[in-house]
């Protein structure tokens, strides 16, 4: 099979690695990519956002599956530009993609679909921001209506800021605050068949302790011993079978893969956001844990046969990774650095570079996800902070508590 990858980030990186160790993978493109994933796949130029560009590649290159990682490709059409040209597409259709595209459109579906979610208002005047945050009460959650790469969503007990906020975003989502550690699902579906992954941790906030700002995600890890045993089937039942149900009798269904980002309340889990791909950080480590063969994985799902794929293997044992960001990030990320210690195997590349001579350097907020594996938690924490240590980076940012309150058993649900 001849797969190409669009995305230039972690995620993609991660795929990129899954996809060349599947044996019926014979070639592996990846555009624009990055010098990490040029370990394993051949670049190629796009602008990852212009759909007939990303077609016009798929099809010069003879792809059978293309696989798009981010969620801008996806809300431009990506996907329907591919499959129009006859070749599978792993993605769901701009229509299906905008459960992640927009946050207003999710949540009407989830309240379509009978979905448990945070109580929630769109708003777009003053008025109604003020009257969604006096009937919510704090701590007051706003969410930019559209894309924001992970950054738009504010969670403050500051009334004023959370008014500000909304107000610098024009239309928003203010919605009732959700307690409980939380939870990152990720289903592979063709639409109708749905295959469960192994549910993951991520740490939205920048500092140890959560503190600081909300991020892309810093770090992740799976699998959770701490969760209940009927999460899956019960995020299976109340959730995403009801969703996807939702989406076949609006006539767009969504296939791809739906990212169901819950919080485990008191009441049971709640969907806090859905994505329209997969997650990064956590899929760095969901699929170091895959056994399965990803690109038949993802065929299947791309090509309306997942109803027919044996039940997926994992490895034994735990996986984490733990982001390297680069100075002043999530603000505006110092760029140019000369990175060291980097390209080795784990060290997954997401905003990498490469100089006119050659060196590696840094080109975006979250330069690196170091990922490692091993029996436990502790030994897999042990591994990727290891390997964390033998990397330089000038002003370099990363937390040093991923995974550590489950090592320790601090997880309360
Ligand atoms: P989102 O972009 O919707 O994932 O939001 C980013 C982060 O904000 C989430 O991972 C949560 O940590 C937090 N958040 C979003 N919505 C809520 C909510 N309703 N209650 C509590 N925390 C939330
Ligand atoms: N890890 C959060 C996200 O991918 O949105």
Known sequence: MRVLVIGSGGREHALAV?????????????????????????????????????????????????????????????????????????????AAAQLEGSKAFAKDVMAAAGVPTARSY????????????????????????GLAAGKGVVVTGDRSA???????CGR????????????????????????????????????DGDEGPNTGGMGAYAP????????????????????LAEMRRRGTPFAGLLYVGLALTPDGPKVIEFNARFGDPETQVVLALLETPLAGLLNAAATGTLAGLPPLRWREGSAITVVVASKNYPGTPRTGDVIEGAEVPGVIHAGT????????ISAGGRVLS?????????????????????????????????ALGAVEGRIKL
């Open 370 to 402: 170091v990922t490692a594996t091993g029996p436990d938690l502790a030994a897999a924490r042990d591994a990727a902070y290891a390997l964390v240590a033998g990397v330089r980076l000038d002003g370099a940012q990363y937390r040093k508590d991923i």
């Open 224 to 243: 959770l011993a701490w969760a209940p045993d009927d999460l899956v089937p019960r995020v299976l039942a109340e959730t995403v079978e009801p969703t």
């Open 122 to 145: 769109a708003c777009t005047t003053p008025d109604e921001v003020s009257h969604a945050l006096d009937d919510l009460g704090a701590p007051h959650v706003v969410k930019n209506d």
């Open 18 to 94: 899954g996809l060349a160790a599947d044996p019926t993978v014979d070639f592996l493109a990846a555009a624009p990519g990055n010098p990490g994933i040029a370990q394993v796949a051949e670049l190629h130029e796009v602008t990852a956002t212009d759909p007939a560009a990303v077609a016009a590649l798929a099809v010069e290159l003879a792809a059978d599956l293309v696989v798009v990682g981010p969620e801008a490709p996806l809300v431009a059409g990506v996907a329907d530009a591919v499959r129009a040209k006859g070749i599978a597409c792993f993605g769901p259709s701009a």
């Open 172 to 207: 928003v989502v203010i919605e009732e605050y959700l307690p409980g550690p939380e939870v990152s699902l990720f289903v592979v579906t063709d639409g109708t068949a749905a295959v469960p992954l192994m549910p993951a941790q991520d740490f939205k906030r920048l500092a």
């Open 353 to 360: 570079a490469r100089r006119d001579d050659g060196a590696l």
């Open 162 to 168: 959370a008014e500000r906020h909304a107000a610098d």
